[in-house]
């Protein structure tokens, strides 16, 4: 019989992280339970398959290799705001808690993480772009943050090389195993960040990377860090996956402006314009923002205070019926949250004034994710 | 006795515009008894001297020169919208309805500002900012939507000479006479602007401009527009001003990014970061947010569709696993994406039909590039 954790490590060899069936299913009958299910075909053939074909001895004698290490929930090194995954709802079929975490470096997750901020942005940075992005990460070295990012070309590995450059610590979060370098043309500072600092995968040692399992690993660097900053970054990108995992998870989403022309910073222009993002310009604004850095944000026992805490009930039933992914006319949200219509209507210009709920022409809806952000003080 | 029109010029060539007292009792006792008081000495010594030496029909004679009429509220000129100041308190201890307003040019100041958004900024602009002015004057010019600014060096006259090369409607709004124009560098644009649209002035024909006139003035460029865009500014500047009386006067206030290091960005990334104004890059941006102003939508915001977006977990697994720079069998796809050969089968045949992969008789391939371009509708 395996143990929990041992169990979690054949889980890491055979489940993708970010199944979140899989996750489910662990957080319900513990580790052992989920692994036996799903040999026995509970999620599906293939899946039963790869359960059977695992051979946890082969990936930790890789892992043994490189001097990787794997933890799990409930272990010194396990980091609370992961366990905020378990409550947010699947971006692109991604999501849930990771079985554990392959970690190599010298460094401490938890600790490491105490005080982090994900920076992240486009592969195809501009040279202002990875300028910008090689300041933040030294500045937020040299504020004592751990800058987490994602190891790619351009703003990934910029931020990276900021942080190494002012001797701070930094996190590489990867898609694929902790023992290959991904991209190989970052094979350098790959080798920089694992024998200084962490590096960190869901992965097993010897996974490749794929477009799913870069999706799953955005929601850790958003997990791990108390806010995250998109420097550049395109309409569609996996810049703004990580966003929507770190407004998912109630982390404040920074973002940087750059000229209105670059087609690099539209994104940036769009997440500020529409709300989700915070304009910031540099590590202070960073710090000020994340605030209590030190602290997770959702600390056990502990509620952060939201922006409808003041709301009267009436108000609160007005937000509650206003839909968030479409418009709708005040008379169908009155009816909804069975008040009044002009009761209503002064519900809704008083959520508008705090920016829960946006008006036009075409109806009400609710501001997405503003309700997750703690409210202005 | 005078008429109100009359007690109006006369206050208008006596009595600062933005002296919140005065338009205050002009509100209360109407124009003639605000004079008489105003003589009486009612606000002060000084302006009872003022009062007593003002000669309006030798400011009238200065006006005829240049052809300039003066209009009060209730004429057809007039501009609701102006109304709005006797209801906002004074900033820097400027505020209050202007006595009337001195123009120039052929425009027709109410239809003028049916559809105006004001563009203002620094002086002191880079030619990033002159830039983004200068295509901003000239695009609300293209949806129809008259340009309001100030004149000044810099962003001002950045965004009327975009206006007018566009061949839109601009208002110039004084802090002088409109028979002088200011600065005397800008003379050619302001002669533009008088002989083609509109110059705008509380001050009478023959004052010359000071620093609170120059505060006083930003008042009216505010109220006159249906919104305010803040191009580039210093955190202490005439701009910062405009863009508060805009915030009053209940009117949208919209702020152009920059890079993070250029000084001239940091008022307009400071008003977006704490929520005063709205980031925007483009007129269409400026037009829907002013609302009701045109019919163009944003384009920025329609994220394409992509031929991926609609496939199953497997169908997409299968897809990742295929190679688009080698040929491989459906056996090895099928190995690399963990699924059954059949079902792998399946799924590439969809992909297929899809255009996303391609078979023949040496093996798949990913079809380069096509989950990028947006789906066929």
Redesign the interface.
């Known amino acids: 019989m395996w143990s929990e954790k041992r169990a979690r490590t054949a889980l890491s060899c055979a489940v993708?992280g970010g199944e979140p069936e899989a996750a489910r299913l662990v957080a319900r009958v513990g580790a052992q339970g989920a692994w036996a299910k799903i040999a026995e075909g509970a999620l599906g053939?293939?899946?039963a398959?790869?359960a059977a074909a695992t051979d946890v001895e082969v990936v930790e004698r890789l892992a043994a290799r490189v001097g990787a290490r794997f933890v799990v929930p409930g272990e010194d090194e396990w980091v609370a705001g992961l366990d905020d995954l378990a409550h947010v709802e699947p971006i692109q079929?991604r999501g849930g808690l990771p079985f554990g975490l392959w970690l190599r470096g010298p460094g401490h997750l938890g600790a490491l993480t105490q005080r982090a901020v994900a920076v992240v942005g486009s592969r195809a940075a501009t040279a202002?772009g990875a300028g910008?992005a090689t300041d933040l990460g030294a500045e937020l070295a040299e504020h004592g943050v751990t800058v987490v990012s994602g190891l790619a070309f351009g703003i990934d590995a910029a931020a990276h090389r900021g942080a190494l450059a002012a001797g701070g610590p930094t996190v590489a979060v990867l898609a694929n195993g902790v023992d290959v370098a991904y991209p190989p043309g970052n094979t350098p500072l790959f080798e920089a960040v694992a024998r200084d600092h962490l590096v960190v995968s869901e992965l097993p040692p010897g996974a490749h990377p794929?477009?799913?399992r870069f999706l799953a690993r955005n929601r850790l660097i958003a997990a791990l860090a108390q806010g995250t900053v998109v420097v550049e970054a395109a309409?569609?990108s996996g810049a703004r996956n990580t966003a929507g995992w770190a407004l998912e998870c109630g982390r404040p989403l920074m973002a940087?402006?750059?000229?209105?022309h670059s087609r690099a910073?539209?994104a940036p222009?769009?997440m500020?314009?529409?709300g989700q993002a915070?304009?910031?310009?540099?590590a202070a604004?960073v710090v000020e923002l994340v605030g209590g850095l030190g602290q997770h944000p959702v600390a056990a026992g502990v509620t952060p205070q939201r922006a409808t805490d003041a709301l009267t009930e009436q108000q609160l039933a007005v937000f509650e019926a206003t839909p968030a992914r479409s418009r709708v006319s005040s008379g169908e949200i009155a009816l909804a949250a069975g008040v009044p219509v002009p009761s209503c209507l002064a519900a809704l210009h008083a959520l508008e004034d705090r920016?829960l709920v946006e008006g036009?022409?075409r109806g009400w809806r609710a501001v997405p994710h503003r309700a997750m952000l703690p409210a202005?003080a």
Request: charged share 30%.
């Open positions: 993708d053939e293939p899946l398959r790869r079929r202002y910008v794929t477009r799913v309409l569609r940087v402006p750059g000229p209105v910073s539209t222009h769009l500020i314009r529409n915070t304009l910031v310009t540099c604004e920016g036009s022409e202005p």
